[in-house]
T-cell receptor, first 114, second 110 residues
Framework: EAEVAQSPRYKITEKSQAVAFWCDPI?????LYWYRQILGQGPELLVQ????????DSQLPKDRFSAERLKGVDSTLKIQPAELGDSAMYLC????????????FGPGTRLTVT | DAKTTQPTSMDCAEGRAANLPCNHS???????VYWYRQIHSQGPQYIIH???NNETNEMASLIITEDRKSSTLILPHATLRDTAVYYC???????????FGKGTRLHILP
């Protein structure tokens, strides 16, 4: 069964350093999402792509976070500089199209900022 | 903000039916009820969704009240692998954004 791939699974970084996460969605899925999940809470949408275009980045802290999906396939989420409050799980999800029934989530990247 | 209210946690004995309630009293006519679950250290997993009729699939059943203000997710024969956080979500079919609340932490007891 096709799955969303994410790497790394775990990342420890010092504050003020740069960090990047990678996501490879299910093949053929046009819509890709990045979520952030703080311990004990539900995931929160950071950014949504339709193919290579950003559809929604209203919750993305643009002073330090950036996301790209250059060829409309895999995607990278970057944080620079990282802050202590960025410690969280970063989840990637994909769906066949906008408004589709199901979003398929990857296993996530657990970020710890020290 | 999430449009749903769920209990913080629930326990269920292994082999019994787990019934997870969800209140969505402000649901609109074109909004669906979706359920996802998140097993520890994994990403959320879609379970089921419905509009107004009861729905069943290989994972669970969804019972929606006639006034659509509440629903219940039923796992008919809970196993230890069903231990997870279960999220009840309200969204329109065309609305991409999933707004997760804190969900219900379900513990299946051996």
């Amino acid at each position: 069964e096709a799955e969303v791939a994410q790497s790394p699974r775990y990342k420890i970084t010092e504050k003020s350093q740069a960090v990047a996460f990678w996501c490879d969605p299910i093949s053929g899925h046009a819509t890709l999402y990045w979520y952030r999940q703080i311990l004990g809470q539900g995931p929160e949408l950071l950014v949504q792509f339709q193919d290579e275009s950003v559809v929604d980045d209203s919750q993305l802290p643009k002073d330090r976070f950036s996301a790209e999906r250059l060829k409309g396939v895999d995607s990278t989420l970057k944080i620079q500089p990282a802050e202590l409050g960025d410690s969280a799980m970063y989840l990637c999800a994909s769906s066949q199209r906008q408004g589709a029934n199901e979003q398929y989530f990857g296993p996530g990247t657990r970020l710890t900022v020290t | 903000d999430a449009k749903t209210t769920q209990p913080t946690s629930m326990d269920c004995a292994e082999g019994r039916a787990a019934n997870l309630p969800c209140n969505h009293s402000t649901i609109s006519g074109n909004e669906y009820v979706y359920w996802y679950r998140q097993i520890h250290s994994q990403g959320p997993q879609y379970i089921i969704h419905g509009l107004k009729n009861n729905e069943t699939n290989e994972m669970a059943s969804l019972i929606i009240t006639e006034d659509r203000k509440s629903s219940t997710l039923i796992l008919p024969h809970a196993t230890l692998r069903d231990t997870a956080v279960y999220y009840c979500i309200v969204r329109t079919y065309r609305d991409d954004k999933i707004i997760f609340g804190k969900g219900t932490r379900l513990h299946i007891l051996p």
